[in-house]
């Protein structure tokens, strides 16, 4: 895929220092809400809540209606290269967290080691798929601990559907359902990952966003407001660098199999775009047959790796999400 130009990031930039500006303070909408009152101005409370695991201290974080104590709550978990600021990008109605805020959800987000908020590591090929897991799993029973609900959701993006699988086949007792967005059920090819740290840039971040035919981001797909606050987002919390030991595990043949769906015992969300270029299609269309009884397939026409985010695919997204798991 052909990166975006510099000049294109370098505004980016600079329209975003300003767009910004206390974005996560106030937690107002920047403008109209899917809801039956779309005008009404509403409110959101952030809440961090302190967590370690193997001497590492881990950013967890919980997104609700102000004035709400939500009865149910979900996790989100990132993928391989930047952190859980992706989930909400806050403009207009795009953003997923306060979507699911607005449904009655506590949302969560994790971090995990050496990614966003988190604590950096020494060695980034130590949060591995298997070391993430386990990070999962004490954000988990955090969560569980801190709501008294024994049961939650959990949703994994891109590598978070390996890290979330791998959480769910060994420690399932706390999940209620799980979404599996943009799923990497295989290698993405063989590739040999020699440096521990990936070296990240606005290019590298403005990539997953759908080209046109000269190699420029696509802007009838995708606002450009929603490419420079995601860019934005990618510098300010990730910085130049994060782990690659996800990075290891995912770049292997396509013939190794990275997800054990038939060792999923709760119903499972396959969601994903129709035009993303890491996925394998033979397989995603073939996942709900290895997947227990309640499971479903969702497949986005016109959507790319960030169809949460894109102009002709947000909306459905969110409303083939929510309608799964509702109860």
């Not at 497949?299 to 894109?310: D, P, R, T």
Request: aromatic share 10%; glycine share 8%; hydrophobic share 35%.
């Amino acid at each position: 895929m052909k990166k975006t130009n510099s000049a294109n990031i370098i505004l980016c930039f600079m329209l975003c220092a300003v767009l910004l500006s206390g974005c996560y303070v106030n937690y107002q909408p920047t403008g109209p809400v899917s809801s039956p009152d779309a005008q009404k101005t509403v409110s959101y409370r952030e809440e961090v809540f302190p967590l370690e695991r193997n001497g590492i201290e881990l950013h967890l974080d919980r997104i609700r209606m102000e004035d709400a104590e939500p009865d149910r709550n979900i996790l989100l978990i990132h993928g391989v290269t930047y952190s859980s600021h992706e989930f909400d990008v806050d403009y207009e109605d795009y953003s997923l967290v306060r979507a699911l805020a607005r449904e009655g959800y506590g949302v969560w987000r994790l971090d995990i080691a050496g990614f966003g908020s988190s604590e950096a590591v020494p060695d980034g090929f130590l949060p591995d798929s298997d070391y993430a897991a386990e990070d999962i799993n004490a954000a988990v029973d955090k969560i569980t601990e801190v709501t008294g609900q024994d049961k939650i959701d959990i949703l994994g993006w891109s590598w978070g559907t390996v890290t979330v699988s791998r959480f769910a086949v060994n420690h399932h007792e706390h999940i209620n359902r799980i979404v599996l967005y943009a799923p990497i059920l295989c290698g993405l090819g063989e590739y040999e990952v020699t440096e521990p740290f990936h070296h990240n840039t606005w290019e590298h971040a403005a990539d997953d966003f759908q080209k046109d035919e000269n190699g420029e981001i696509d802007y009838s797909v995708v606002d450009p407001v929603i490419v420079q606050m995601f860019c934005s987002n990618c510098w300010h919390y990730d910085g130049e660098s994060s782990p690659n030991g996800g990075r290891r595990d995912l770049c292997v043949d396509g013939s190794e199999l990275l997800i054990d769906l038939d060792q999923i015992t709760v119903p499972t969300l396959v969601i994903c775009g129709d035009s993303d270029p890491y996925l394998d299609y033979d397989r995603v269309k073939g996942s709900t047959e290895h997947l227990p009884e309640g499971s479903k397939l969702e497949i986005i026409e016109g959507g790319s790796h960030v169809a949460y985010i894109e102009k002709p695919c947000y909306h459905l997204f969110q409303e083939k999400l929510i309608d799964f798991l509702r109860p």
